[in-house]
């Protein structure tokens, strides 16, 4: 799969499915659409050793679509699921401990970061990303207008890379497109319907392929 030109790309975060083989195709499905950056796999209420057999069954599928998978969850399963990263929810602490342990090795972002300063102490930590919004904070047609605030002082001043979260409306990723994000990560605009997250994925990347602006090399 080849990447976009240099503009803002999408990250696909997994929907909170009990069964592991609908889970599977339905994310399996939605890569097919195009381009995806990487999958985001959260825990959600899952006990341990069932994220783990859930991990294991979606981070082959994400990996040979040229996606990286990131964990939100039992870090324990990361390295026993062979994920390409873990994606921290916490706060600039627990974004350090998974530097410190994992930075050489594994991919290392995310945040909560509610305003400028929790972001700035996250960007100290010097994570590959910075995520703006909740992994489940898509609850309106489109993205939190707080954290596209947020994102583009940061994209303007910051070297870090961000993802933002989308709303409910696929239009949604132009919004964080036009902050100048590098990501934007969309959840039930891409799962919301059954059996749409193919054309969903490719209708996001086609909005995006005309009218995202382009990053300066």
Known sequence: MTEPENRCRLVLIVPDVADIEEQAKIVEDALRGGDVASVIVPQYALNDGDFQKHAERLV????????????????????????????????????????????????????????????????????????????????????????????????????????????????????VAETGAEFVAMRLAVFGEAGRAPSVVTEINALLDEKAPRFED
């Open 60 to 175: 082959p599928i994400i990996q040979a679509a040229a996606a990286a998978a990131l964990l939100a969850g039992d870090t324990r399963v990361i390295g026993r699921a062979k994920a390409d990263g873990v994606h921290v929810t916490g706060p600039a602490t627990e974004i350090a401990e998974a530097i410190d342990r994992y930075a050489d090795k594994l991919i290392v972002g995310g945040g909560n970061a509610a305003d400028r300063h929790h972001a700035l102490e996250i960007g100290e930590e010097r994570p590959d990303y910075i995520f703006f919004g909740k992994l489940d904070g898509d609850i309106k047609p489109e993205a939190h207008p707080k954290n596209l605030a947020l994102a583009e002082w940061w994209a303007s001043m910051i070297e870090i890379p961000c993802i933002v979260m989308g709303g409910t409306d696929p239009a949604s990723a132009l919004a």
